[in-house]
């Protein structure tokens, strides 16, 4: 059954879309990340274009983002302090992701720029991930179950002036590298269209030393806040949110991550952290081959408005 | 005043009717007058019905053919960028554009057969039905460049089937009565559309009629697609309302 897009303008079948949707949801809720970084390169991939891709998915992460976050609440297990410190930074990340968008956009490289910022980012996680996995995953084969080493109490960061006592998390840090991640996920998050919770999680572990009981609930409130402030951006500046197709992916998207939840209970967490490694590098490798090897058309059009002329 | 008005316009008739007596005419009419684009919305096939007629006052033995029929349908005008890539700093990036202005969004030539066939390149030139596509070009770049980038916009453009010919696009079911199918994409553009018909015979165009239609988007995909545009800010708060609530419907549902 096909389904017209209003504002891509163009009609997908809508069990493609639920279903890519659930299958990303799926991913997101067997590995607890959000799934925007494997969202919105699907349906770029799929011949949405990258503009609606990208704000649309912003749309559906939220949504993916409010059910856990509501258990993560119902458990207390938010840091609301850091997470303010978080939101009012990673808004004005977003405003600055939006309008570098818009800019991006008008010169023409915006599929470049997320071409690089996907294979960048996703390369370098993912290498990261696989990494660290394979080493837990080969300590585990040869029978030593060595505690993973608990970060040092202390590190370079915690020298920084102006330093705020966080209760939550039992911290006491300086707002500095606290505003500087939030405003760095909010305008990754608003260019790339990711909610950026693969990037922020670790940078709260290893950067702030948020404990590891507060940090998944405290970052899922910053990713839906920075996310609701692009979607918002993202529509009044390039009117480019498809409501109806964020709503598809987001229907697909709450119902798969149910049972990737329960399946992700059931599987041990280094085979997790290997396996999503894979998925994030072959994304990154997919966004490689569409910057290193010839494309099929080296021309490429596309409607541009009036306001974009005058700019 | 009124008697001197209808005088004129008596004589009027009567000139116009004594040139066309040789003459035929061509009444036709479109299957749809507004093509609605709604949820289902996969393109739409567009039918106009026409038939070569004498002209009143002309007598019936000239209805005679060959006849040859060329109709053009174009879109709204719109603007639009081409981008070629090319291999810098080691990868393939967008390296040059150019904008094209007021170029039609939509454009089909259909006619019964080829056009040099049945009449020379003056007349055709004269109609507009030659050269076929060239786009203007609003930009400081030179001319052979130019030419390069219209002509690679042309191609792109019958690639995603918004511009095209088909030589045997326009079918006579009879000397007179004949039919034209014209496909319209899924992502056809929105606007008014107008579709000119030219009757040949011998070598000259002896009728020429225009007839509109308009795509439009309509009930609940009307609604989204002008609150994108005119209210973006409510739109926008909307879409997140929506998440939030389906993310807590999704939450309660399957309460973990």
Not at chain 2, 170 to 188: A, C, G, Q, R, T
Request: hydrophobic letters at 50%; aromatic letters at 12%; glycine letters at 10%.
């Amino acid at each position: 059954m096909q389904i017209y897009l209003p504002i891509a303008e163009l009609s997908l079948n809508i069990f493609f879309l639920i279903g890519i949707g659930g299958a990303v949801g799926f991913l997101s809720g067997m590995f607890g990340v959000g799934g925007g970084f494997l969202l919105t390169p699907l349906l770029i991939f799929s011949g949405i274009p990258a503009p609606v891709a990208v704000a649309s998915v912003s749309g559906q992460v939220v949504a993916a983002s409010t059910s856990g976050a509501l258990s993560y609440m119902r458990r207390n297990l938010i840091d609301f302090h850091l997470a303010l410190y978080l939101v009012l930074s990673g808004v004005i990340g977003a405003f600055l992701g939006v309008y570098t968008f818009s800019a991006l956009r008008n010169a023409g490289q915006i599929d470049l720029v997320i071409s690089v910022g996907y294979l960048v980012f996703l390369g370098f996680i993912g290498l990261i991930m696989l990494n660290e996995a394979i080493r837990s995953l080969w300590r585990h084969k040869m029978g030593k179950d060595i505690a993973m080493k608990l970060p040092g109490q202390h590190n370079w960061v915690h020298g920084l002036p102006l330093r705020i006592r966080f209760k939550r998390s039992n911290l006491y840090v300086s707002v500095i590298p606290v505003l500087m991640i939030g405003s760095s996920i909010g305008f990754l998050g608003a260019l790339l269209g990711i909610g950026g919770g693969f990037i922020l999680v670790p940078a709260l572990i290893y950067i702030l030393r948020v404990p590891g009981s507060v940090v998944i609930g405290t970052s899922l409130v910053q990713v839906i806040a920075i996310m609701a402030a692009s979607v918002i951006l993202h529509a009044m500046n390039n009117y480019s949110v498809d409501v109806l197709l964020a709503f598809c992916l987001m229907v697909g998207g709450v119902v798969g991550a149910q049972f990737g939840a329960s399946v992700g209970k059931i599987m041990r967490g280094d085979q997790l952290r290997a396996m999503l490694a894979l998925i994030v590098l072959a994304v990154a490798l997919r966004f490689a081959f569409l910057l290193f090897f010839t494309p099929e058309d080296i021309f490429s059009t596309s409607i541009i408005s009036l306001s974009e002329l005058v700019k | 005043m009124r008697v001197i008005k209808s005088i004129i316009f008596a004589f009027l008739l009567l000139g116009f009717s004594s040139s066309m007596a040789l003459s035929q005419r061509i009444i036709s009419a479109l299957s749809d007058k507004e093509i609605l684009i709604d949820q289902g919305f996969t393109g739409e096939t567009l039918t106009i019905f026409g038939n070569i007629e004498p002209n009143i006052g002309a007598k019936k033995e000239y209805l005679v053919g060959p006849f040859s029929i060329a109709v053009i349908i174009q879109g709204p005008v719109i603007n639009r960028v081409v981008r070629k890539k090319s291999y810098k700093f080691g990868i393939w990036l967008n390296s040059e554009q150019l904008i094209f202005e007021k170029l039609p969004s939509y454009y089909w030539l259909l006619s019964s057969e080829k056009p040099e066939n049945f009449a020379s390149n003056e007349i055709l030139q004269e109609a507009g039905l030659l050269p076929i596509m060239q786009p203007f070009a609003v930009s400081t770049k030179g001319e052979g460049e130019q030419k390069i980038f219209s002509n690679e916009l042309v191609r792109l453009m019958k690639e995603k089937g918004l511009f095209g010919i088909n030589e045997n696009g326009v079918k006579f079911h009879s000397n007179s009565l004949y039919s034209i199918n014209l496909e319209l994409p899924s992502d056809v553009p929105v606007g008014s559309f107008l579709a000119t018909t030219y009757l040949f015979k011998g070598g000259e165009i002896i009728h020429k009629r225009s007839e509109g239609f308009s795509v439009r988007k309509t009930g609940f995909e009307r609604l989204l697609g002008t609150s994108a545009k005119q209210s973006p800010f409510f739109y926008g708060v909307f879409t997140v309302l929506l998440a939030l609530f389906t993310g807590w419907l999704g939450g309660v549902a399957f309460r973990r």
